[in-house]
């Protein structure tokens, strides 16, 4: 599958268009916003596969701040 092709979902995401800065919050509670956002997008499952593929350090994806992917990552290792 071509790059552009994986990232197909990236065009409805609700996000677009959206001031970038909303997404890489300086604190977990500035994150909130951006939270919101993603709580109602409909890629979001995608966008959290991207993030965690891609080892995304920084910002809001799929809903989730970077301390919450680590997370998740080290669960995922823990159980594979
Ligand atoms: S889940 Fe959030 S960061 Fe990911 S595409 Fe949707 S709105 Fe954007």
Redesign the pocket.
């Known amino acids: 599958m071509s790059v552009a092709r994986n990232l197909v979902w990236?065009q409805q995401?609700?996000?677009r268009g959206v001031d970038s800065k909303i997404?890489y919050p300086l604190t977990e509670e500035e994150a909130q916003e951006a939270k919101f956002?993603?709580a109602q997008?409909t890629?979001?499952k995608a966008?959290t596969e991207y993030a965690m593929r891609n080892y995304e350090r920084n910002g809001?994806?799929?809903?989730m701040t970077e301390r919450e992917r680590r997370r998740i990552f080290r669960q995922r290792r823990q159980s594979a």
């Open positions: 990236r995401a609700a996000c997404f956002i993603c997008c890629v979001r966008c809001v994806w799929g809903g």
